[in-house]
């Protein structure tokens, strides 16, 4: 539904969606790194049809963890971080987005959106990517499962997808 609405929205702005490309991930992945970790499996490539595209970004990501995990997000285009807060200081984290598991039982989905100008040539071919932390105790952080991973009907086993749209300048 994301995608959809973002291809509305660029339609309705009077610009052209003029590809789109995405990856979906089924399976699991756990970190507890205090340092930023590519999530594997939630990067894309995208290569320019045209001069001065802008590329639309669209996460949708089914999170769950240890209790009292705080997750940060980050987006990346190549290995430069393209969005992030700055209002941040000491020691606040700058992230693109993130979020609080609440319950090791429980798993939650949160979506991103981000529309980028980046600088190429046409037929450079642009990678983008998700990293993500454990901004506090190093936390587990889980996608698309629970930390608890119960064999259990209330362990709910998601799905995760990035999805890239050039849109005309």
């Given at each position: 539904?994301?995608?959809?609405?973002?291809?509305?929205?660029?339609?309705?702005?009077?610009?052209?969606?003029?590809?789109?490309?995405?990856?979906?991930?089924?399976?699991?992945?756990?970190t507890?790194s205090?340092?930023?970790?590519?999530?594997?499996?939630?990067?894309r490539?995208?290569t320019?049809?045209?001069?001065s595209?802008?590329?639309?970004?669209?996460?949708?990501?089914?999170?769950?963890?240890?209790?009292g995990?705080?997750?940060?997000f980050?987006?990346?285009?190549?290995?430069?971080?393209?969005?992030q807060?700055?209002?941040?200081s000491?020691n606040?984290?700058?992230?693109?987005?993130?979020?609080?598991?609440?319950?090791?039982d429980?798993?939650?989905?949160?979506?991103?959106?981000?529309?980028d100008?980046?600088?190429?040539?046409?037929?450079?071919?642009?990678?983008?990517?998700?990293?993500?932390?454990?901004?506090?105790?190093?936390?587990?952080?889980?996608?698309?499962?629970t930390?608890?991973?119960a064999?259990?009907t209330?362990?709910?086993?998601?799905?995760?997808?990035?999805?890239?749209?050039?849109?005309?300048?």
């Amino acid at each position: 539904m994301l995608a959809a609405n973002a291809v509305t929205a660029a339609k309705s702005s009077g610009r052209k969606v003029l590809q789109v490309v995405s990856s979906h991930k089924v399976d699991a992945f756990a970190t507890t790194s205090s340092s930023l970790v590519d999530i594997t499996g939630m990067s894309r490539t995208i290569t320019p049809t045209a001069a001065s595209s802008k590329i639309n970004i669209n996460i949708s990501l089914h999170v769950g963890g240890a209790t009292g995990a705080y997750v940060a997000f980050y987006v990346l285009r190549g290995s430069t971080i393209i969005t992030q807060g700055t209002n941040g200081s000491g020691n606040m984290t700058n992230c693109a987005f993130g979020t609080l598991i609440t319950d090791q039982d429980r798993t939650q989905s949160i979506a991103y959106n981000f529309l980028d100008s980046p600088s190429y040539s046409v037929g450079d071919t642009l990678t983008y990517k998700i990293q993500v932390n454990s901004a506090y105790q190093s936390r587990e952080f889980c996608l698309n499962r629970t930390a608890a991973g119960a064999n259990a009907t209330y362990s709910i086993n998601g799905t995760s997808t990035i999805t890239l749209m050039e849109v005309a300048a």
